[in-house]
């Protein structure tokens, strides 16, 4: 971690980069991908200190799932609106501010790609994570500077 540290940037306490996880919960959490929440976070985990840990689900998601998530560490974002959007102004935020300095989004939705394109051009490092072989996307991928798949 000490040469990752020295790559992206670190927080000043432990010489690891500080991560942003970003989650699109109705996109990813879905029966076809059999993502556990566990398994993100120590994907995530891998390149840096997680600082900002986030789960966005609709106004539909379970008080179980709810649950869940907060007890694997995650700060639930619930919205009556649009996830992607609010998603999207939280990770470019958390950017902007200084306060990251990776940025990890979670998902196959393309709307992402500005996302991951802004904040990398701000010196933000970028991840794109797939829920799984068969829900990757290509202009996630691309537009992000590291990409990893979570094992099916």
Do not use: C
């Not at 991951?116 to 829920?131: D, F, K, M, N």
């Amino acid at each position: 971690m000490k040469l990752l540290g020295r790559l992206l940037g670190d927080d000043g306490e432990t010489g690891e980069p500080r991560v942003g996880l970003f989650v699109d919960g109705p996109n990813v959490l879905r029966s076809e991908f059999d993502v556990d929440l566990d398994d993100v976070r120590e994907e995530a985990d891998q390149w840096g200190r997680l600082a900002i840990t986030r789960l966005y689900v609709d106004e539909h998601a379970t008080p179980g799932l709810i649950q869940a998530a907060e007890a694997r560490g995650f700060e639930v974002v619930v919205t009556s609106g649009d996830v992607d959007v609010k998603l999207a102004v939280d990770a470019t935020a958390a950017g902007a501010d200084g306060a990251i300095d990776l940025l990890a989004i979670v998902s196959r939705d393309t709307d992402f790609k500005p996302v991951l394109e802004s904040v990398g051009e701000r010196g933000i490092r970028t991840l794109a994570i797939a829920p799984g072989e068969h829900g990757r996307s290509d202009a996630l991928r691309n537009a992000a500077q590291n990409a990893t798949t979570l094992e099916e």
